[in-house]
Nanobody, 124 residues
């Protein structure tokens, strides 16, 4: 089955930017793809999801600051994060779920395949 690997995390100061990448082991055209984040002791939180250019969903907390995209070959997905805040500090995961992105696109249980995560730390 599809395997996912995140990269691009790091440490930045508030107001800075990072670009996360999620490389898939094969074509992911038939999958809804998503970015999630989690801090210790808290539930995993949906950040953004994408199926196609016109099927994108963002969490309210990142609207206007984060941009999700995927390349035309549907192999790599990206999360451009601008205007980072300390509250964005978390482990970020990419995920793939079979089928269309629907009302549950930001719900972790909707996804079957997960990457290992990449840490993002934002200092004030």
């Amino acid at each position: 089955q599809v395997q996912l690997a995140e990269s691009g995390g790091g440490s930045v100061q508030a107001g800075g930017s990072l670009r996360l990448s999620c490389a898939a082991s094969e074509y992911t055209y038939d999958y809804c793809m998503g970015w999630f984040r989690q801090i210790p002791g808290k539930e995993r939180e949906g950040v953004a999801s994408i199926r196609s250019a016109n099927r994108i969903v963002y969490a309210d907390s990142v609207k206007g600051r984060f941009t999700i995209s995927r390349d035309s070959a549907k192999i790599t997905m990206y999360l451009q994060m601008n205007g980072l805040e300390p509250a964005d500090t978390a482990m970020y995961y990419c995920a793939a779920g079979r089928g269309s992105c629907a009302w549950d696109a930001l719900t972790p249980n909707r996804y079957q395949i997960w990457g290992q995560g990449t840490q993002v730390t934002v200092s004030s």
